[in-house]
């Protein structure tokens, strides 16, 4: 039993979600930040997306967090604090907070949870890393110990974090900057390009949620409002799923060209334990309907996806915080496993 309240925290570069282990719950929300005039906060979180692409030009809406990696230190610090305030009113005295990091980071990059977490008015906080690979393969019920080799891919906000678990450790490791935002602005070029409409990306992120797919033949359409990239003008057009569909593949298709490379570059008896297990996917944009069959079919390797979505590495690190035993996997800073 842990008397000292603990937290997880997952700083995803598009949403940050939080664990309290005190309440028992988790709350998630963009990790964005509204400032005016470069000095004063307005909104943190789901606010401040409100704010996005809406804004005077004296109010600058950011995300903190770029490439799954702290980028800008005294933002995160304050999105830290704001959400782990909304996650309990009162942190208490010397809290464990664990963060799901990325896998090959520098010291520099891992002393920045540290600021982050000592600035502000936690009380003696102690902090914890736990890879992040590491906290998915909880959450997706990977026997750690025991696995010969098992591929985890996290298809996120911004990023593709490809990874393999073996001897108890993640052996090998790769990103690629695809992730949602990259098939928003996919979706943006072609719309530009086929209805001559300019439309801004939380539109083209509405479009992904309800028109992409990647198998099934949909044949739904949406009214749009943008601007005629001829006139300058206001104008309604209307987009379909197929157009949605084919910008979503065409950046899909080049995260397994990047799968099925790392594949040929991993040992032959790792290979063979992922083509057994079957590769997992989790984060926030495999909910685009079908991708584990389009993804099986074009590797030419059992997918299996995971239910859990954007919310995998949370929960992995909650269980983490319930499980001691599990704390094997966290670490501190210039001490790794
Ligand atoms: N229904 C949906 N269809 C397609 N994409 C979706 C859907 N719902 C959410 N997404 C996308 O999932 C992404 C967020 O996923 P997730 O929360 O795993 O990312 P993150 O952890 O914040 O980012 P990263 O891991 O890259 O740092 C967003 O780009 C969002 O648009
Ligand atoms: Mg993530």
Redesign the pocket.
């Known amino acids: 039993m842990i008397i000292h309240n603990a937290f997880g925290v997952?700083l995803?570069?598009?949403?940050v979600k939080v664990y309290c282990h005190h309440t028992g719950q988790t709350i998630a929300e963009k990790?964005m930040i509204a400032i005016r005039n470069g000095r004063q906060v307005l909104a943190v979180g789901d606010d401040a997306f409100e704010m996005y692409e809406k804004a005077p030009d004296n109010i600058q809406v950011s995300r903190p967090?770029m490439?799954?990696r702290i980028a800008d230190v005294a933002q995160v610090e304050y999105v830290l604090h704001t959400m782990i305030g909304r996650a309990d009113r009162s942190a208490g005295y010397a809290p464990m907070i664990f963060f799901s990091a990325p896998v090959n980071m520098s010291e520099i990059e891992k002393r920045a949870y540290y600021s982050i977490s000592h600035a502000g008015y936690f009380r003696s906080p102690r902090v914890y890393l736990v890879d992040r690979p590491v906290c998915d393969a909880i959450s997706l019920g990977i026997n750690i110990p025991q696995t010969r080799g098992s591929m985890i891919v996290?298809i996120?906000?911004?990023?593709t974090?490809i990874s393999v678990i073996a001897n108890e450790q993640v052996i090998i490791s790769t990103e690629i900057s695809i992730?949602?935002?990259h098939?928003?602005e996919a979706i943006c070029n072609e719309i530009r390009r086929q209805e001559n409409l300019i439309v801004g990306r939380r539109t083209a992120?509405r479009l992904?949620?309800v028109l992409?797919t990647l198998g099934e033949d949909i044949r739904e359409t949406r009214q749009v409002t943008g601007m005629n990239t001829l006139s300058g003008l206001p104008r309604q057009g209307t987009v379909s799923s197929e157009l949605v569909s084919f910008a979503v593949e065409g950046q899909i298709s080049q995260i397994a060209t990047e799968i099925r490379t790392f594949l040929e570059r991993t040992p032959p008896q790792i290979r063979e334990s992922v083509a057994e297990e079957g590769i997992y996917l989790t984060?926030?944009?495999t909910?685009?309907p079908s991708i584990d069959r389009y993804l099986k079919r074009v590797i030419g390797c059992p997918v299996n996806l995971s239910g859990y979505?954007?919310m995998c590495?949370i929960r992995g690190l909650a269980e983490l915080i319930r499980n001691k035993e599990l704390q094997k996997w966290a670490y501190t800073i210039g001490k790794k496993k």
């Open positions: 997952d995803g570069t598009s949403a990790n967090v490439n799954g996290n996120g906000g911004q990023n974090d992730g949602g935002q098939l928003n992120r992904k949620a992409a984060g926030g944009t909910r685009i979505f954007e590495t």
